[in-house]
C-alpha cells in the first residue's frame, strides 16, 4: 500500500492469508529440524545416508503442503466475509462479491454472516435514501434546472405565485407570497396587460418576451430574460412561465449602448455650437442680408436642425432596441407641441420648396404624450413628406378627435409607394428601391416613429398612392381616456412624475433614457 | 420672480460663451465658471436668481452640485432656480436632477440661444 493511501478491508485477507502461510511454513521447518534431531541423536539414521536427507525433504514438502490446505480450508469464511466487507463498503474490486447462496457457504456456515451483512447494508442504505429526500426535499425538476440558466415561475388560477424555482426573479411580499420581480417594458404588451387581455378573451394563449431585465430597484445583481409563457384558463397551473437568463448576451449590447450614448454626446457638442451660433447669426443679421444670403443661411440651420434630428434618432433606435426607450405621458396640447417645432418645420420645407400647411385646432381633446418624443415624429413625418414630395407640393398636418385617440395625419402629394413596399416602410433601414435611387436617407426615421407611437398605446399607418402621394396617419390617446390609468399605475411613479412635472421644464424626457 | 442674476456653469468654452453672450445681451447679470469646484463656490457666495448648470464638469459633476445646493445646503440658495443643461443623457441624472427639484433639464444640442432665453422668461411666470 503506498504512503497516504487509505488501507481497504479488501487487503486484510491477503495480508492475513500471507503471515499465516509464513507461521505454517516456520512451523514445518522446526518441527521437521526437532524430528531430524532425534533421529541423529537416537542414531537411526546419520548425516552422510542419503535416506536421511530424503526423508528431510520429504517431511518438510508434505507438511508444508498439508498445512497451507489446511490454512486454506480454516480461513475460507474470513476471505469471504472480507470479501463481502469490501464490497459493501464500495471498494473497487476485480473479482465478484461471495455469493451468499452458494452451497459451500452454506455448508461451512458462513452463509448466515454473508446475508447479515448484505441485510444490514440494504437496509442502511434505504433508510438513508428516505432520510436525504425527507429533509431536502429537491425534486429531480429542480435539481435539474440548478444546472441552467433556465427558471419556472407557476402561477395559479387566482393568479398568485404557486411554484418559482429556486433562481426565478421573484420576491416575497410583506403578506408572504410572492412577486415577479421583473420590468416589463411598455412598448411591449406588459406581463399584467398580456393577463388581463387572457382573462377577458382566451382559453389558452402563448406570449414571447424578449430582454426583459429585472427591477432596477432590486437588491439582487440585475439580470436579463427571454421569457415564454403560456395561459391556460381555470387550471390550477393557469400560468407557466418559462425564463432563460440570457444577462451574458446581452450585456455586451448593453455596453454598445452606452457607447452610443457616449458617441451621440460627443457630436452633440458641436451641433449644439453651430445651432447657437446660427440663430446668433439670425438674429442678429435680421434686415442686413440679401434674399440669397437669408435663404444660404437658411440653409445652413436646417441642415444643422436636420443633423440633430438623426442624431436623437440614433440614440433612440438604439434605446428602443435595447428595451431602454421609455416614454413619460402627461397632459399635452398637440398645437403646443407642434408650435414648439412650427418655425423649424417650416424652415424645412420653404428651403427645399415645399408648403407646409398646418391646421390643428386648440381646441382638440388633450392627449396624454410625452411631448418631446411626439416632437420627433412630426420632424420625422413632416421630414419625410418634404423628402417623397416634389417642389411647390404642399405638405398638410391635420388633427381630428376619433374615439379615444386624437389622430394626426401628415399628408403630401409626392411621388407615394406601390402596394409593395408599403407593409416594410416602418422596419428599421427599410428603404425602396425607388426611395434609394432618389432621396438621401437612413431608413430609421419611421421605425422610431412607429416605436414612439406605439409607446404611447397609439397605432400609426400609411395609405400611400403612387404619384399622387402618402397620408401617414398616428394616433395618440386622450388624456381623460387614460388619465386614471396614468395615476393609478405603480410602474414608473407615473403619478408622481404627472405632480412633479407641473414645475419640471424638459426639452426631454426623464425615462427615456 | 425675476430672474437678474444668472450662475453659468459650463466646461465647454465654445457654448458657454454662446449663452454667456446672449444672456448679457438681453440683459441679464452672468457669471461664468468652467469648473465644478469654481462653480460651487460662487454659488454659495452669491445668491443668483438662476443657475445653468451642466452635468460633465470637471472637478466636480453638476449632480454633485446640485444635490449639495438643494439638499445639504439648501437654506443657501432657497430662491434661485436650476436649470440642468447636458448633452450626455443617463437615466439617474435626470432622475437626480427630479429628485433634487432642479426647475428644468435641457438637452443642450436641441436649444438654441433664443429657445433657453425663451425658457429663462418662462421660469419668471407665477405659473412656474
Redesign the interface.
Known sequence: MAVGQKPQIKDFYQRHNRTSAAIVVIFQFVSVAVLAGAMLVSGILTHQEPIFWALICLALAVGISVNIIALGVIIEPMRAITAALSYVAGEKSASRPPNSNAKRYDKDGTKPMLDLIYKLTYENDTEQRHSTAATSNVPPIEAALSHTDASIIIFDANNSISYASPHAPVHPKPDGSQQLDLMFDSGDITFEYWLKDCQVNKMNSEKLWTRIHTNPDSADEPRIFDIAASYSRDSETQIVMVLQDRTSQYEPDEKDLDFI??A??EL??P???I??????FD?ELEGKLTAEQKTLLGRLVVSSNRL?TY??NI?NVSRYDKKHYRVELTKQRLDDIYGSIAHDMDMRAGTLGRILAVDIAHDLPTVAADA?SITEVFANLVDNAIKYSNEGGIIKVTAKPAGDFVEVSVADNGIGMPDGVVHNLFHKFYRSHRSREQVAGSGIGLYISKAIVESHGGTISVRSSENKGSTFTFSLPIYSSVEEKLKASDNGNNSE?IK?KQ??????????? | MAIKTILCIED?R??GE??V??LRKAGYDVDWMVSGNDGLVAARNKPYDLILLDV?LPERRGSEILATLRSKEKDMIPNTKV?VLT?????E???MA?EHHA?????????????LLS?IE??ETPD?
Open positions: 450614448a457616449f451621440a454626446h452633440r457638442g451641433i449644439t455650437v445651432r447657437g451660433y446660427l440663430d446668433v438674429e440633430s442624431v436623437n440614440l418631446n412624475v412633479t414645475n419640471w421644464i424638459t426639452n426631454h424626457n426623464m425615462y427615456r433614457g | 465647454d465654445l457654448i454662446m449663452y453672450r446672449s460633465m436649470l448633452n450626455f443623457e443617463q437615466d441624472e435626470s432622475r427630479m426647475d428644468g433639464y435641457l438637452i443642450k444640442a436641441d436649444i438654441t440661444p433664443r429657445k425658457i418662462s421660469l412656474n
